[in-house]
Every structure is written in structure tokens, then in C-alpha cells.
């Protein structure tokens, strides 16, 4: 009786970790090279957020993580050896609607994405035209 309450709890974690091994590995995290949460006036300097970070040639997008109080327009430029990214982002809403509810979600309408053509240093600038106070969250992913 004894070897079968040993070997009992053996097989299953046995068994569990033969599980694990089949299943998918896990999703890699989104290759981001650059990351701004912009909800604080301190940050901005004249209005504007600026910020330098390394960058590799490659195609790049742009991820916005906004709400109802973000920036109207959101002002971005991204300048590096050789090339140079300016665009401005529009914030629209869109009502989502169930059975039992309604509310709005937010996006940035524009371009959001650019190509590096050389790996070296990049500047951002951020200009959310006046509304320093609107919080978003501005992230550059690698393709």
C-alpha cells in the first residue's frame, strides 16, 4: 500500500510535465524598442516629450494605448541616421455595443509605421498640441 501512495503522486508529475512539454510555448513579448507613458505635465519640456533610444535597421510600428481625455491630435516625430518619420495621429472614438451595455473604445487614426534604414541612435518627439494633461501610452514595436 505504501509504494502505490508513493508511485501514485510520481506518475502525475510525471504525467504534468509530459503536458507541459506539448503544449505551445509560450507567445515571445512584442519586440518593444521604445516605451512612453505620457500622464504627467512634468514631462514634457515646452510642451513636448522628447527622448533619444537605440535603434537597428528594420520596419518599426507604433502601438497607442489612449482613452476619452487623450491628446486630439498627438504630434510624433522620429528622426535617425538617414531617415525621419513625422505624422500626426487623429483620436477617434468608436461605440462598442452589447445586449446589456454601451461604451467607447479609442484609437490613433494615421501612418504608424516607418522604416530604419541603419541601426544607431533615433530622437522622438512628442507633441500633444496643448493637452498635456490627456494621458497615453506611445510604444515603437520592431516588425
Same mark, same amino acid.
Given at each position: 500500500?505504501?509504494? /502505490? &501512495?508513493?508511485? #501514485?503522486? $510520481?506518475?502525475?508529475?510525471?504525467?504534468? !510535465?509530459?503536458?507541459?512539454?506539448?503544449?505551445?510555448?509560450? @507567445?515571445?513579448?512584442?519586440?518593444?524598442?521604445?516605451?512612453?507613458?505620457?500622464?504627467?505635465?512634468?514631462?514634457?519640456?515646452?510642451?513636448?516629450?522628447?527622448?533619444?533610444?537605440?535603434?537597428?535597421?528594420?520596419?518599426?510600428?507604433?502601438?497607442?494605448?489612449?482613452?476619452?481625455?487623450?491628446? /486630439? &491630435?498627438?504630434? #510624433?516625430? $522620429?528622426?535617425?541616421?538617414?531617415?525621419? !518619420?513625422?505624422?500626426?495621429?487623429?483620436?477617434?472614438?468608436? @461605440?462598442?455595443?452589447?445586449?446589456?451595455?454601451?461604451?467607447?473604445?479609442?484609437?490613433?487614426?494615421?501612418?504608424?509605421?516607418?522604416?530604419?534604414?541603419?541601426?544607431?541612435?533615433?530622437?522622438?518627439?512628442?507633441?500633444?498640441?496643448?493637452?498635456?494633461?490627456?494621458?497615453?501610452?506611445?510604444?515603437?514595436?520592431?516588425?
Amino acid at each position: 500500500m505504501n509504494k /502505490k &501512495i508513493t508511485i #501514485i503522486p $510520481v506518475v502525475v508529475i510525471m504525467g504534468i !510535465f509530459v503536458g507541459i512539454s506539448f503544449v505551445d510555448p509560450p @507567445l515571445e513579448k512584442d519586440n518593444v524598442i521604445f516605451h512612453a507613458t505620457l500622464a504627467d505635465p512634468e514631462l514634457y519640456v515646452n510642451g513636448v516629450y522628447s527622448e533619444t533610444f537605440m535603434i537597428n535597421a528594420g520596419d518599426y510600428h507604433f502601438r497607442f494605448v489612449p482613452n476619452g481625455s487623450s491628446p /486630439k &491630435i498627438l504630434s #510624433i516625430s $522620429v528622426s535617425g541616421k538617414n531617415f525621419e !518619420f513625422n505624422k500626426n495621429f487623429e483620436l477617434k472614438s468608436q @461605440l462598442q455595443q452589447t445586449s446589456i451595455s454601451k461604451y467607447y473604445t479609442w484609437s490613433y487614426d494615421g501612418m504608424e509605421s516607418f522604416t530604419a534604414p541603419e541601426s544607431g541612435q533615433a530622437k522622438i518627439t512628442i507633441n500633444p498640441n496643448g493637452n498635456e494633461m490627456g494621458s497615453v501610452s506611445v510604444d515603437i514595436l520592431e516588425d
